[in-house]
Nanobody
Framework: QVTLVESGGGSAQAGGSLRISCTSSRNIYMVNSIGWFRQAPGKEREFIASMGSGGATKYDDSVEGRFTLSRDYFSNTVHLQMNRLQPEDTAVYYC????????????WGQGTQVTVSS
């Protein structure tokens, strides 16, 4: 079991930056993967980025080069730095945990709203 809490988010102008964070109740070295997803109004939830326990990262093409993952071992937190934000990045952002690679992401945070205005 793991509890995830997102923080950060808020509003930004197009071209601006925001950082959102996901704090895990479990040591992030012991979590197979932390993923970030987003869901815009009227759309399905989509994968945007993930970080494995070894630090390997994956990004969806829509955010590659603009969004960057990092982590803080002491606080068990994974950060998503979002630069060059666009209005289409507006969504509720969720982090999720895949504990051991045997199942899809099965633990989810509550979500945090990101709104980008033009």
């Amino acid at each position: 079991q793991v509890t995830l809490v997102e923080s950060g988010g808020g509003s930004a102008q197009a071209g601006g930056s925001l950082r959102i964070s996901c704090t895990s109740s479990r040591n992030i070295y012991m979590v197979n993967s932390i993923g970030w997803f987003r869901q815009a109004p009227g759309k399905e939830r989509e994968f945007i980025a993930s970080m494995g326990s070894g630090g390997a990262t994956k990004y969806d093409d829509s955010v590659e080069g603009r969004f960057t993952l990092s982590r803080d071992y002491f606080s068990n937190t994974v950060h998503l730095q979002m630069n060059r934000l666009q209005p289409e990045d507006t969504a509720v952002y969720y982090c999720a945990a895949d504990l051991d690679g045997s199942a899809p992401y099965d633990f989810w945070g509550q979500g945090t709203q990101v709104t980008v205005s033009s």
